[in-house]
């Protein structure tokens, strides 16, 4: 097997390296959008329940009441929170992820250009000795026609 079918079977795997790469990438970026869908319904529901529930100005309302909406609104807040700080990891996950297929990709296409340069140079010196027979067979058949036979 020569050097260039080598890298082509290397590029190959690096090429299956990216794709799987690219595959989570986007897997990472659909989970990103559904949770940042998720915090924006969590945080639009706290402000329309907040106006929503809003008692019209010298009305009163009594202390149970009060004290639910208060513990309410403390856990929407606990989940929004939650739901955050899990949206600012995923995107550190993102940010990591987008690297790693940078990285697979820049090796890939290395392995590419250096496959493609180790053929063109095979190809090259196969056509040199191709040449180089072609010219002995030349000089050979010159030689024989002019009678000068080795």
Request: charged letters at 35%.
């Amino acid at each position: 097997m020569t050097r260039g079918k080598r890298l082509r079977r290397i590029e190959e795997l690096r090429r299956q390296t990216e794709e799987q790469a690219a595959s989570e990438l986007a897997s990472a970026r659909q989970e990103i959008a559904g949770r940042r869908q998720v915090l924006a319904q969590l945080e639009a529901h706290r402000a329309d329940y907040l106006t929503r529930g809003e008692p019209p100005e010298n009305a009163t309302c009594s202390i149970v009441t009060w004290r639910n909406k208060r513990q309410f609104l403390r856990h929407l807040d606990t989940v929004i929170d939650s739901q955050t700080i899990q949206y600012e990891r995923d995107e550190s996950m993102l940010a990591q992820l987008q690297d790693h297929w940078r990285s697979a990709h820049v090796a890939r296409r290395a392995v590419e250009m250096l496959g493609d340069r180790v053929i063109d140079e095979e190809r090259r010196a196969e056509d040199q000795r191709e040449q180089r027979l072609q010219d002995d067979r030349a000089a050979f058949a010159l030689r024989t026609h002019a009678g000068v036979c080795p």
